[in-house]
């Protein structure tokens, strides 16, 4: 085993190793002894990893299929559609490994129930959720040197404007932030680089489009589209609160950002501000929208903003009318072909390339010569163009190989179309014997995101590309009217794409990000002194009164809870907080207590708490709902309510 396979194994934490724990744990659970975890090290060795991609020659669906025990090269991170959380998967398998709950109530893990999951999500004033519905779409994450750190994700919620980060440490959603008179909230990214500082060379903004344009402050019913403007967002990405805010000139759609730091932009399909569908195809041109980091921080710090509404976020001035002089401008609007739809960084840092949608067009932005133009060297910021050529029917968005290829989805034609980015800027100066269109593939169908392995870094390695298809047909068993999405897996290391195997997902999912395995080190095991209501002794249980407000504190070690039974009162508000004192790796209590909707899980070392009203006297038998132990089914309590 190489070192770097034994460095990313997934090594068994201090204490017995699982599956020595259960069997012997039975026997001692039989006598009643205790059977909590020890700290003493496990004697049993953890599974190898391996699954290594294919290379030239591995052009095969079996490269798919790990044999048991075998780990994939990459971790996926998935947006989740309308289950308003992010998936993560292993590819080059596809095997869905875990979900991560964000924007919605989760059952499983009881995230909108504890008080702490409640707590990131956002509650009204009688603490109930302020939302249950969400809408994901793109999910990146943060940037050190150009390639992920592992630090965090994120993914954003289009319906109610929030962007949530995840902790890569241990795939768990930890802030939540919602976006001041903003609706639509759609593309985002992370910088990769400070803008001003070149010792900051890691994440520490994150920029997200706004995509439907309303009155601002949207406080009255206004039905005069004229009126209605976008703005363009800046998160802090360490504390997640909004920085600043940009007003502008048409909308959001995709975000991106440069190598460098320098520059964000998103691209614009409805530069008409059109309110009907029709109305936002009249335009034949619409536009690449970038945005001077440094300048527009720079007139916050000058206090040359406004704010909006009950917002205290400041908000510049980003419409052409207020950056006429390149010099100064914060915002250079670029023309590109009718209705774009994504904007992606190639991994070498010179380009951004938009898709035309309802254009057959890929336009390739040089991003120095938009420098050039805030300098001033440039007397239209349409010269950053360096190539504009035609992929397909319906071009949507667009991957890299690190080798100098990109790949677009064309929705119309079903196909994923591979090209050569230099041979189109040679074909667009006129060398019209330069072939840059390398390869087609058919999807099934109709494409819409697609992602490289490590595509969105400069260590973009050119092994897979996954293309999530919005209609799968006859590909699957029918399962009635709505149907699955497939999410295709294509090798990408030979001159010609091959399609390896099709998932079947629930909708609806967008985008996603591939990195490789070793890039991010999961925490098997909690850290006690993180939680600081955690119940470190069994000692500590109890039942603490004051008035109607009641707590219960209650450990739990497999095979059994600390209190095996407590009383309460009819009327008591109860808030009950549950520490696992188990240390070993996989070993979860779940606690649910029927007709009073708490259902929740504790992981090894976490703790976690409830609130709920003791309305109904009675007895109600509280039991472990995540199987832990050979006495999974023993391992109860009673809350006895006193009428």
């Known amino acids: 085993m190489s070192s770097q396979d034994k460095k990313n194994t997934l090594e068994t934490s201090a204490g017995l190793g699982r599956r020595r724990f259960i069997n012997s744990a039975a026997l001692a659970g039989l006598s009643l002894g205790a059977v909590a975890c020890t700290d003493k090290p496990s004697s049993a060795a953890a599974p190898a990893a391996s699954g290594a991609a ?24 998935w947006s989740g559609g309308h289950t308003g959380d992010m998936r993560v998967l292993g590819l080059p398998s596809g095997r869905e490994i875990h979900r991560i709950p964000c924007f919605v109530p989760d059952a499983l893990v009881g995230w909108g129930i504890t008080n702490e999951s409640k707590k990131v999500m956002g509650t009204k004033a ?34 109610n404007s929030r962007i949530a980060r995840i902790r890569l440490d241990y795939f768990i959603c930890d802030k939540i932030t919602e976006l001041p008179n903003v609706q639509g909230f759609h593309g985002i990214f992370p910088d990769k680089a400070d803008p001003v500082d070149p010792k900051i060379n890691y994440t520490t903004r994150v920029f997200c489009g706004g995509e439907f344009a ?28 909004v920085r600043w805010q940009v007003m502008i000139d048409g909308n959001c759609d995709l975000t991106a ?3 460098d730091g320098k520059l964000a932009a998103t691209n614009q399909y409805n530069t008409e501000m059109g309110v009907k569908y029709e109305d936002m195809m009249s335009s034949e041109r619409d536009a690449c929208l970038f945005f001077h980091v440094a300048r527009i921080e720079e007139a916050v710090k000058a206090g040359k903003f406004k704010t ?30 009718k209705n774009p739809h994504g904007v992606n960084a190639s991994p070498d840092g010179k380009y951004f390339i938009c898709a035309g949608k309802l254009s057959p067009t890929g336009t390739v932005i040089e991003l120095a010569k938009v420098l050039d133009y805030f300098d001033g060297k440039l007397d239209s910021a349409d010269k950053a163009v360096v190539a504009d050529v035609e992929l397909g029917l319906g071009p949507l968005h667009t991957a890299f190989d690190g080798r100098g290829n990109a790949y677009t989805t064309l929705f119309l034609d079903s196909q994923v179309v591979k090209w050569n980015v230099e041979a189109a800027i040679k074909f667009h100066a006129g060398d019209k014997s330069a072939k840059y269109v390398v390869d087609r593939l058919d999807v099934q169908y109709q494409p819409g995101h697609l992602n490289a392995s490590q595509s969105e870094t400069r260590a973009a390695d050119g092994k897979y590309l996954a293309v999530g298809c919005k209609f799968s047909k006859d590909r699957f068993l029918p399962v009635g009217p709505l149907h699955p999405e497939n999410e295709q897996l294509i090798d990408i290391s030979g001159d010609k794409m091959v399609l390896l195997a099709d998932h079947p997902v629930r909708g609806e999912p967008h985008d996603f990000i591939i990195f490789k395995r070793e890039l991010v080190s999961p925490k098997q095991v909690y850290n ?62 779940g606690f649910a207590i029927p007709k009073h909707n708490v259902n929740f899980i504790v992981n090894p070392q976490e703790t976690a708490s409830v609130t709920f009203v003791a309305d109904k006297p009675g007895v109600y038998w509280c039991y472990c709902t995540h199987f832990c132990h050979a006495l999974h089914l023993e391992m109860r309590s009673r809350m006895i309510v006193e009428a």
């Open 257 to 259: 950002t440069s190598y």
């Open 214 to 241: 309303t009155p601002l402050p949207n406080n009255i019913g206004s039905d005069d589209g004229s009126t209605y403007h976008s703005l363009f967002t800046c998160v802090d990405a360490e504390s997640m609160e």
């Open 308 to 337: 909006i509404g009950d917002s205290k976020v400041p908000v510049v001035d980003g419409t052409h009318a207020a950056n006429k002089d390149a010099k100064t401008a914060l915002t250079a609007y670029v023309s590109v072909p």
């Open 126 to 159: 009688d603490g109930s959720l302020k939302y249950t519905v969400a809408d994901t779409h793109h999910t990146h994450a943060s940037y050190k040197d150009g390639n992920y750190d592992g630090r965090y994700a994120w993914i954003n919620d289009k319906i």
């Open 54 to 77: 294919p290379g030239h020659t591995g052009a095969s669906a079996n490269a798919t299929h790990l044999k048991p025990g075998e780990l994939d090269t990459y971790y996926g991170l």
């Open 528 to 589: 006690l002194d993180d939680f600081p209501n955690a119940i470190k002794d069994p000692k500590d249980s109890g039942v603490f009164r004051k008035g109607n407000k009641v707590e219960v504190k209650m450990t739990s070690q497999a095979p059994a809870f600390s209190l095996r039974d407590f009383k309460v009162k009819k009327g008591d508000i109860v808030t009950l907080t549950l520490t696992n004192l188990d240390k070993i790796e996989d070993l979860t209590h």
